[in-house]
């Protein structure tokens, strides 16, 4: 069983940044494909970004593409998500999740993961 604790939401101004951490816990978190997922008020859970546990290939999704880097260190046990030039739309619970197998042609599915974290909120307001 892994344990996932995620950490870094805030109240940021629109074009701001933030750096969100999920820990991982219980298992090596090299064993883990790693992603980020968000869900705002009144609307589904939404992919974010990926990583897998193999040479740590990224995926993302097309909204967050060239603004959002996923990362992983191994040794920390640590994701992190880094978010830059906020916007608006961008207010979320953003939930860490980990899988030990996962198709890449489905990473994007709320169900292809296993754990969850329970979320940090990020709002994007002026």
């Known amino acids: 069983q892994v344990q996932l604790v995620e950490s870094g939401g805030e109240l940021v101004q629109p074009g701001g940044s933030l750096r969100l951490s999920c820990a991982v816990s219980g298992r090596p978190s090299s064993s883990y494909h790693m992603g980020w997922f968000r869900q705002a008020p009144g609307k589904e859970r939404e992919f974010v970004a990926a990583?897998?546990?193999?040479?740590?290939?990224?995926y993302y999704a097309d909204s967050v593409k060239g603004r959002f880097t996923i990362s992983r260190d191994n040794a920390k046990s640590t994701v992190y998500l880094q978010l830059n030039s906020l916007k608006l739309e961008d207010t979320a619970v953003y939930y860490c999740?980990?899988?030990?197998?996962?198709?890449?042609?489905?990473?994007?599915?709320?169900?292809?993961?296993?754990?969850w974290g329970q979320g940090t909120q990020v709002t994007v307001s002026s």
């Open positions: 990583i897998m546990r193999t040479y740590s290939t990224t």
């Open positions: 999740a980990a899988t030990p197998n996962l198709w890449v042609n489905i990473i994007d599915r709320y169900s292809s993961y296993d754990y």
